[in-house]
């Protein structure tokens, strides 16, 4: 059987690109997935969203995002109860003169591009969200339309979308090699041995794609870094927004089913390239720092009973962002992974840039400063804010 | 008797009845692990020990395979087994 793409990897970024291809006409696509759609680290993630980032590229991406993720619901034909879009806002804590004073110089940006981000003295924290601790706060800043959604149904959704519109989502099919000829394309081989072949695959296989990429003879520098988070019992709507501190590492938000969802960075991050070293396993050590800054920071939450814990795989690369476009070694190879812990949040943009850059379409946001060439060419990109 | 699926509760966790399980099956979700994020059984408190089998068996049926055949992702253990609060995992100098 053959296609015009296939697509490896089911998570966000590939089932938003299909979609996005599909509704620009791409012509025959073909999504392959190992297990089932958002099983990866899309469906492991903490859900939130945020345009509160520090450099302008972030920005002005990330301000794409949250716009398509306040139309989602009418563009895929679901409603916003389905997706769990809630937009309580970000809550970013500074805990020391100098991280404020950072904090302040990325909300200028934040200005430039129309996000309304608010600088708010720890007595203004007080007042407005009186369940927050404010000891040892020297600020915070807080923009109103960062928030949350759901990544196992955002996924689904944009899955069912794209069927459709005619793509062809096959899942528990693991793809296991990248077959290539004269440094060019033909299509992917599966672990039952079958073939399919088109002259473009996009790898959208998180840290996972690594692997797949070494069967090309192109090697990428994305890693798997473990982190860890839990889930506790819902309560009635106490908490608006994700309450989050880039120096210590915590993020915590109550999602619109009303569990709390909450994670810490790990303490000594190991680099997983080969998926056979991925470990998944839950951590005790994990649980009691995160209870320790979770009741420091929100007290009440003593009393709250955790359900469940689960570890994720952050895909990580040198400097923090997506490596996205096509790889100029093998044509026809594209490449959508490496989101850094932020690969949910930017998926919709991601994969509605990258669909037009797929096609020949000019982008709206350039995504080419992303491409892997830049690791050749020393052309890292930085990003400031960071959590995890 | 036959009993109204709208009336079946097979996730009594997050009050999951038998028609939206075989609604989502109907839809195309038809693995465990897809039906569990999407409709959130075996995401309550007790973990699926309830709801997993009776899921299960609603999808043999769909799929006329043997419960063992169906496609299924490998168990994680996810701790706490029973729900606890924060305050039982505080670090000792915390208490």
Redesign the interface.
């Known amino acids: 059987m053959s296609y015009d793409i296939i697509i490896v990897g089911g998570g966000i970024q590939g089932v938003a690109t299909a979609y996005e291809l599909a509704k620009r006409k791409a012509g025959k696509i073909l999504l392959l997935e190992k297990?089932?759609?958002?099983?990866g680290s899309t469906?492991s993630c903490a859900a939130g969203i945020r345009a509160q980032f520090g450099s302008e590229f972030n920005v002005s991406l990330m301000a794409r995002s949250l716009q398509i993720f306040e139309h989602l619901a009418e563009e895929l034909d679901v409603t916003n109860d389905f997706l769990e879009l809630w937009q309580g806002g970000y809550l970013v804590l500074a805990y020391s003169q100098a991280e404020f004073d950072g904090l302040k110089e990325r909300v200028k940006v934040q200005h430039r591009f129309g996000i309304a981000t608010e600088v708010l003295s720890p007595e203004e924290v007080a007042y407005r969200f009186p369940r927050v601790n404010i000891e040892g706060i020297y600020g915070a800043t807080y923009h109103k339309r960062d928030g949350h959604a759901d990544p196992?149904?955002t996924t689904?959704a944009y899955g069912?979308a794209a069927?459709r519109l005619g793509v062809e989502i096959r899942?528990?099919s693991p793809v296991t090699r990248i077959l290539v000829e004269d440094d060019a394309i033909q299509g992917v081989e599966l672990a039952d041995g079958t073939k399919e072949y088109a002259p473009t695959v996009l790898l959208s296989a998180g840290a996972w794609s690594t692997a797949l990429a070494r069967t090309a003879g192109v090697d990428l520098p994305i890693w798997g870094e473990k982190h860890e988070i839990l889930i506790t019992?819902p309560w009635e709507r106490v908490l608006d927004p994700m309450v989050i501190s880039f120096s210590r590492g915590f993020y915590i938000q109550q999602r619109p089913?009303g569990s709390f969802i909450m994670g810490l960075p790990p303490v000594n991050p190991v680099k997983w390239y080969d998926p056979e070293e991925f470990d998944?396993?839950?951590n005790?050590d994990f649980?009691?720092?995160?209870?320790?800054e979770?009741?420091h920071v929100l007290p009440f939450?003593?009393?709250?009973?955790?359900?469940?814990?689960?570890a994720g795989l952050y895909e990580m690369t040198p400097d923090h962002h997506h490596i996205i476009g096509p790889v100029d070694e093998v044509r026809g190879l594209w490449v959508a992974a490496g989101g850094s812990g932020h690969g949910f949040m930017f998926g919709p943009v991601m994969a509605e840039q990258l669909s037009k850059w797929m096609i020949g379409e000019p982008m709206d946001i350039d995504l080419t400063p992303l491409a892997f060439r830049r690791f050749k060419e020393g052309k890292l990109v930085v990003e400031p804010a960071v959590v995890g | 008797m036959v009993m109204d699926p709208k009336k079946v509760i097979i996730c009594r966790c997050e009050d999951v009845t038998l028609e939206e399980v075989r609604e989502a099956i109907k839809?195309?979700?038809t693995?465990w692990?897809?039906i569990k994020?999407?409709l959130?059984v075996g995401?309550?408190?007790c973990?699926g020990k309830t709801c997993k089998m009776l899921v299960l068996r609603e999808l043999a049926a769909f799929h006329k395979k043997p419960i063992e055949k169906l496609?299924i992702?490998p168990t994680?253990?996810?701790?706490?087994l029973r729900?606890?609060?924060?305050?039982a995992?505080?670090?000792e100098e915390?208490l």
């Open positions: 297990t089932f759609l958002s099983a469906g196992l149904h689904f069912e069927r899942q528990w019992e089913h998944f396993g839950p005790s649980l009691s720092r995160m209870s320790n979770a009741t939450l003593a009393q709250v009973n955790v359900v469940r814990q689960w | 839809n195309g979700y693995s692990d897809e994020r999407l959130r995401m309550g408190p973990g496609p992702r994680a253990v996810r701790p706490p729900s606890t609060p924060f305050r995992f505080l670090k915390e």
